[in-house]
């Protein structure tokens, strides 16, 4: 990944005389001195590839000299990080340390964090705009008021203060949403690794074993492959359970009959997959099951087709929300005119979230899905998730007892590209899809 030059794009789109400070995070405490497992904040990692806590970096696009319209041509990149500390690193692992930093992550110049208060007065003192993220706006508050009072009080010595603060997400999220060839590269990749996951969760499904057993046997294959954790807490609900749609207990034991809902990404490279996968726990769907199986199917592969460059965002939504309705008005689970069923979201009682959410280095990642409260149009370069679903709980007097404890969701991960898409969870691994290839795949392949 070529760090230096997102750096420096994202520098070009800053006025002059700007500077921009992008937090790694800090460690956190689970109990007394145990921590939770440490992930670095994706702005930091997609702009440095450094994963170290308490790390700061900080971006200064340079001033235009005065009177004349030359800008100075290197815009600088420097870190604040842990310093090397043989004792700490003896329990806790290797630091990059300060002396290193500069080569390693082809930076100008770094310092430890332990300087940052004293330093930062001095680098703001030659800005007139700050730029940090506001979803951060609490952690860096208390910090930028300090610096700045500092600063103000040496007002009668000449030093000048900036004048404005301003959000680092607008800019930076909209640059993280286009992806790069590397990073498609390095997504197609995160989204083999989770289908390798949902492979082997298929392999281990048989009545009797337990939801965490299936989400052992998914996670087992993405730390094979060298994924260092899950992008999202895996979902593996059987029956009932997939009507809970963030469901992440896994305790239940799987019975014969039931489908599983499994929701499961591996994190390669920073990068997230994300898939839903939903089949029969013997191998073979019911009639019911099948019925409602073949329609989120259907509206998947219609929101599907709906991803295309140019194409408005939410068409793929309206897309599977009508298959949906028509399937589940001849399924007579719904009552009425489409168009009017359509128009009350009658759909949203059984199909409740979207079709979709950007995909990146986060699971739901950055970058608007409204421009001027318009839904944007698909453009080469951005990564959405398409997954409708439909949830049917047991307890629903009004509905036929043979659809209910039914949750189906079906999650691909799609690139936006030239001319179309490129479904990236269909590579040279691919999941059974229809309930054909399914039956078939269970029956061949179950341990
Ligand atoms: N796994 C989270 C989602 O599909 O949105
Ligand atoms: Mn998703
Ligand atoms: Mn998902």
Known sequence: MNFAQRRQDLLEK?????????HSGEEQIRNRDVEYPFR?????????????????????????????????????AWLFCRPKDPE?????????????????????????????????????????????????????????????????????????????????????????????????????????????????????????????????????????????????????AAGENACILHYTENQTQLQDGDLILLDAGAEWQGY?????????????????????????????????????????????????????????????????ELDELLEKEAFKRFFMHGTGHWLGLDVHDVGRYKINGEWRSFEPGMVVTVEPGLYIPKGLKDIETQWQGIGIRIEDDVLVTENGHEILTQGALRLPRTVEEIEQWMQTNRI
């Open 14 to 22: 800053l006025p002059a005389g700007s500077v921009a400070l992008i």
């Open 40 to 76: 670095a904040d994706s702005d930091f990692i997609y702009l440095t590839g450094f994963t170290e806590p308490d790390s700061v970096l900080v971006l200064v696009r340079t001033e235009v000299l005065a009177d004349t319209d030359y800008e100075q041509p290197h815009h600088q």
């Open 88 to 236: 700490q690193e003896t329990w806790q692992g290797k630091r990059l340390g300060v002396e290193d930093a500069p080569a390693q992550l082809n930076i100008d110049q770094a310092w430890s964090i332990d300087d940052l208060d004293e330093i930062a007065p001095q680098f703001l003192t030659h800005a007139k705009q700050v730029y940090f993220s506001f979803g951060h706006l609490a952690e860096w508050s208390g910090r930028m008021a300090d610096w700045l009072s500092e600063l103000k009080t040496q007002v009668r010595k000449g030093v000048t203060v900036p004048t404005s603060l301003n959000d680092l997400d607008t800019v930076l999220h909209e640059q993280r949403l286009f992806k790069s060839p590397q990073e498609i590269e390095v997504m197609r990749q995160a989204a083999q690794i989770s289908v390798a996951g949902h492979l082997a969760a298929m392999r281990a499904t048989r009545p009797g074993a337990y939801e965490y057993q299936i989400q052992s046997a998914i996670e087992h294959e993405f730390r094979l492959a060298g994924s260092p954790r899950v992008a999202f807490n895996t979902i593996a």
């Open 272 to 336: 997230a997959g994300d898939i839903s996968h939903t089949y029969p726990i013997n191998g073979r769907f019911s009639e019911p099951q099948k019925h409602l199986y073949n329609l989120v199917l259907k509206a998947q592969q219609a929101a599907i087709n709906a991803v295309q460059p140019g194409q408005p965002y939410n068409l793929m939504h309206q897309a599977s929300a009508e298959v949906i309705t028509i399937g589940l008005i001849e399924l007579e689970i719904l009552h009425g």
